[in-house]
């Protein structure tokens, strides 16, 4: 470009100009940008439209007011003032009226101006973003801005380009030059002008470009200047050369038939085309694993030493892949002392194997290897490898007879051909005789041998499908039995046939080859077992199950039938402490079981983890119960996994057909909650699907509904059950519980709105605010002289969260009461849902003085070495151990049992549910410390456990049982 006068540059525009925002402003004046043909007409109109409306009010103004002060005014003095009123009310609302027309006619222009300047900075951001390079031209063909993509085209900087001309332009074919002035002009004659031009850029090198002008024009139809287009063809031309190039040499590579000629021709092209002058080619001899110098152009290797170092990068490249040196020192000692400046090679590949490589090499220093060369030297070695591979297949095709013989006589599958319409075999492979028996030959003698073998099942399957490929079809595809000579047993065979056509498309013969799948269907039927059976008890699936409910449905639609929901209670633990080899033992044993135990048109399912199915078709709704009887005494004995006995209990749920559902899945379904209500009562239940069952739902629904809110309406409410010590019959403590009574004045059972609370996530505010209010009244019981400790109950949910022992510590600050006075109880649920977020919690919750209770004790799954790692300082028994005390023996050792445990890990025993004076006298006996029920004190009032505990209670003077 010509160096001028620079114009000014877009970093020169003051920030406040509007014009700066855009690259059109800079070919247009402040006039030019503001306007467009459609305001200005817009605004003759306007003012052609106010001077008619001005001049029509001006005359009806003046006739009408001269008329009326003329009738009003009959004194000349009078009329005088009325008319010179008249004239300057009508000059000043004319005025105002002008001011209101014109300050509108203005907010348009501006309006008009900024949307202007908007679109302009909108052009500018596109040529910004434009992948060719994009110049504004003065109409003295001065460059008035640039976008970064020219910047990157001729390498040079925004600042440098602003400014100068357009110049020169040099023609790429002819190399002429041609005047800017004559571009112009023929862009502004003939609306376009294109080229395609060695465009000089920075240090005298040049950038094939295809350049366009076009001119701009401004609304009245001037000329302002040009904009011009740099489209970069050098790349593209590059690539078209290096096309042309590599198609010349895979022309002469792929015509050659001489193999002693092929390599100096490979040689040849791969030095034209990279301009190195050296070359060579290695490749693997058939005998020998080692590379060998077929062919070479201007490198002599001299000496064994020089030879093998060679062949090292020959190697090298087979190995790796292509190579391209940097520097003398990679290059080997043999290359080097012949002058070999530079070195490249890629391997050559025949049939998707490295078999040799294409080495060329330079002495020049100045010439390096761009990637488009590496390009062709691909090229070259790709088709050298493939007319090597094609010259390999003309020497074996030389031999092919022979050769084809040895092949069939390997091939595993069986070959035929069979002439039409006999049917005689013109032709067999040998594989007939292991894979059916018979040697080749006897097929040739026994047209219907073949046919003999076949399984009788599949013979008319296979007949159908011949005659229909003969009939329509060229082939056809079969699977069928065939059975061996020997031992008489049955393998899988498929059977893929042509038919075979003369010139009049009669068909004449029939070829196909055989192969074995025996062992392909085994593999098939076992995934088609798995689809509807588990893999481990092999007992039916989900599908399985629904499809045989189904069946059994459309086969008897009028006849009853039940489903049996069966869940193993705490089956994980057995996977989660004695491993999943011994729940996978126990599993099969529990199968075995039920199996033995069930009728004989009855089907069971696993359809989870720990989850079996009983399907019986011929239940009706009066032994419903007896079967689940029975199906729960599968589970009475232990099961011996591993050593030891395990118990284990089954939870069930019912659901009959047609009275509970009409199909499968939904049968499935009801079943399914009759399960997970029996599971709410407790392990070793079962429940039968009704509609109670739906309303229960429906009313916890209700109760999830009504707990929001309960604690702002003062509904809930913390009762205490007093804590005795069972030696003195003192109170010394109490556990908190929650009870609710509704706005009714309707008492809500915990047993139905504490399950509701827990599926919800309710019960985790629900427990802080209890924790919360026991820890207040604690507070107050201090206050007035009553110091004992209250238990409180965490549930699950409550327990797990990370923040637990914060909220519980916060909730004893903000009381300001001792510790120790706060007890907490766990169930052994919460406890093995995490048993290293219990320890580290309870370790925790010691550590500040808390004291720990197991609530329910006995009735989970709790192992003894993971009590004895958590520094509880309370076991509970469970009320169930209690209620049957002193008749039942065998709770009479369990509870034995347990105060004995909690005395030998140094803890508290707290038996629940005294109901009887026996059952308390039989406890302490046993040296049960602490114990609570209703024989001392239901759940009441923080006021009354006050009074009972600073006055004697009743049933410490009650005499002792005889």
């Known amino acids: ?108 222009l501006h309006t008009v101006e900024r949307q202007l300047v908007t679109r302009d900075a909108h052009i500018g951001r596109i040529i910004d973003t434009m992948a060719n390079g994009v110049a504004l031209i003065d109409l003295n063909g001065a460059l008035v801005d640039v976008n970064p993509a020219l910047c990157r085209l001729l390498h040079q900087p925004a600042d440098a380009l602003l400014g100068t001309t357009l110049g020169p332009l040099i023609l790429l074919e002819s190399r002429d030059t041609l005047t800017l002035n004559l571009a112009l002009e023929r862009a502004r004659s003939r609306g376009t002008f294109a080229a395609e031009l060695a465009y000089p850029s920075d240090n005298d090198r ?30 593209v031309r590059r690539a078209e050369a290096h096309l042309e190039g590599i198609g010349a040499v895979i022309e002469e590579l792929a015509s050659e038939n001489d193999i002693a000629t092929l390599g100096d021709k490979a040689l040849r092209a791969a030095s034209d085309l990279t301009e190195f002058e050296l070359g060579e080619i290695a490749l693997f001899t ?130 035929y051909r069979t002439s039409l319409p006999d049917f005689a075999t013109t032709f067999i492979s040998p594989a007939t005789e292991r894979l059916l028996g018979y040697p080749a030959r006897a097929f040739y003698e026994d047209t ?30 079969v699977r069928y039995r065939s059975i061996h000579r020997n031992d008489e047993r049955t393998r899988w065979f498929e059977d893929r046939g042509h038919v075979e056509r003369d010139a009049n498309h009669n068909p004449i013969a029939i070829t196909g080859v055989i192969s074995d799948i025996t062992a392909q269907k085994i593999a098939q039927d076992r995934l088609t077992f798995l689809a509807y059976n588990d893999s481990l008890t092999t007992l039916p699936n989900r599908h399985g199950l629904i499809e045989a409910i189904e069946a059994h449905i459309a086969r008897n639609p009028d006849a009853s039938a039940a489903l049996f929901y069966v869940d ?74 591993k050593g030891q006995d395990s118990f284990l209990s089954a939870s069930i749920g019912i659901a009959s057909y047609p009275r509970d559902a009409a199909d499968a899945t939904t049968l499935l379904k009801q079943a399914h909650r009759a399960l997970s209500h029996a599971k709410d009562t407790g392990p070793a239940n079962f429940s039968l699907y009704a509609g109670e069952l739906a309303e229960r739902q429906q009313r916890r629904l209700a109760l999830q509904s009504q707990l929001h809110g309960a604690v702002e309406r003062g509904e809930l409410r913390v009762a205490y059950q007093p804590i005795i010590d069972l030696q003195s019959g003192r109170i010394t403590g109490a556990e908190a519980l929650l009870r609710w009574t509704d706005a009714h004045g309707q008492h809500i059972s915990p047993a139905e709105f504490i399950p509701a609370a827990e599926e919800s996530g309710l019960i985790v505010p629900l427990g802080d605010w209890v924790l919360e209010r026991v820890c207040r009244q604690i507070a107050t019981w201090h ?24 909220r519980i510590l916060a909730a004893i600050a903000n009381a300001k009461i001792p510790a120790h006075r706060l007890a907490l109880e766990l169930t052994e649920s919460a406890i093995l849902a995490d048993p290293e977020h219990t320890a580290r919690v309870v370790r925790q919750l010691r ?66 549910g005294i109901e009887t004076l026996e059952q308390w006298h039989l406890l302490r006996e046993m040296g049960c410390h602490y114990g609570q029920g209703f024989y001392f004190s239901p759940a009441i009032p923080p006021e009354r456990l006050f009074e009972q505990a600073t006055s004697p209670p009743a049933w410490a003077a009650l005499p002792e049982p005889l």
């Open 1 to 108: 470009m010509n160096a001028k006068d620079p114009a000014p540059t877009p970093d020169s525009r003051s920030p406040r100009d509007p014009r700066a925002t855009g690259r059109l402003s800079a070919l247009t004046s402040p006039a030019e940008a503001i306007s467009s043909p459609q305001p200005r007409e817009t605004s003759r109109r306007f003012n052609r439209r106010l001077a008619l409306a001005y001049i029509l009010l001006a005359a009806l103004w003046i006739l009408l007011s001269d008329a009326l002060v003329n009738a009003l005014f009959t004194a000349p003095a009078s009329r005088e003032l009325a008319q010179t009123l008249k004239g300057l009310f009508f000059i000043i609302s004319s005025g105002l009226l002008l001011y209101v027309l014109l300050r509108r006619h203005l907010a348009a």
């Open 206 to 235: 040049h950038v094939e470009v295809h350049l366009t002008l076009a001119p701009l024009f401004d609304d009245d139809g001037q000329l302002t200047g040009y904009v011009a287009d740099f489209l970069n063809i050098g790349e």
């Open 286 to 415: 058939p005998d020998s694993p080692t590379l060998r110098v077929f062919w070479s152009r201007g490198l002599t290797p001299s000496g064994d030493a020089s030879a093998r170092s060679a062949l090292d990068f020959a190697t090298h490249l087979v190995e790796r892949g292509t190579f391209a040196s940097r520097d003398l020192s990679d290059l080997s000692s043999t290359y080097r002392d012949q002058g070999v400046r530079h070195i490249a090679g890629v391997p050559i590949v025949r049939d998707e194997k490295a078999c040799g490589a294409l080495i060329v090499a330079t002495r020049d220093p100045r010439r390096q290897l761009a990637p488009r060369h590496i390009t062709m030297l691909n090229a070259v070695a790709r088709q050298l490898g493939v007319a090597l591979h094609r010259h390999a297949l003309l020497l074996e095709a030389r031999t092919s007879e022979a050769r084809f013989r040895d092949v069939i006589d390997t091939v595993p599958d069986i070959l």
């Open 448 to 477: 219907q041998l073949w046919r003999s073998r076949i399984h009788p099942d599949d013979r008319d399957v296979i007949t159908h499908t011949i005659e229909h490929a003969i009939d329509h079809d060229e082939t056809y595809v």
């Open 568 to 641: 193993l209670d705490r089956f994980h633990l057995v996977n989660d402490i004695l491993g999943h080899d011994a729940g996978d033992a126990l599993l099969l044993d529990a199968r075995d079981r039920l199996q033995s135990l069930l009728p004989a048109d009855a089907v069971l399912a696993r359809i989870g983890a720990d989850e079996f199915v009983v399907f019986m078709p011929s239940s009706d709704d009066l032994s419903l119960e007896s079967h689940a009887h029975t199906i729960q005494s599968a589970f009475s004995r232990p099961f011996s996994i």
């Open 783 to 806: 206050g007035r002289g009553l110091d004992v400790s209250v238990a409180v109950n965490l549930s699950p949910l409550q327990f797990l969260r990370s923040d637990i022992v914060d």
């Open 847 to 912: 550590d500040h003085g808390l004291r720990v209770a197991i609530d329910d004790f006995g009735t989970g799954y709790s192992s003894l070495e993971r009590l004895k790692q958590l520094p509880v300082q309370t076991l509970k028994i469970d009320r169930s151990f209690v209620k049957d005390l002193p008749g039942d023996e065998r709770d009479t050792s369990i509870v034995r049992s347990i105060v004995t445990l909690s005395q030998s890990f140094s803890m508290h025993s707290l038996a629940e």
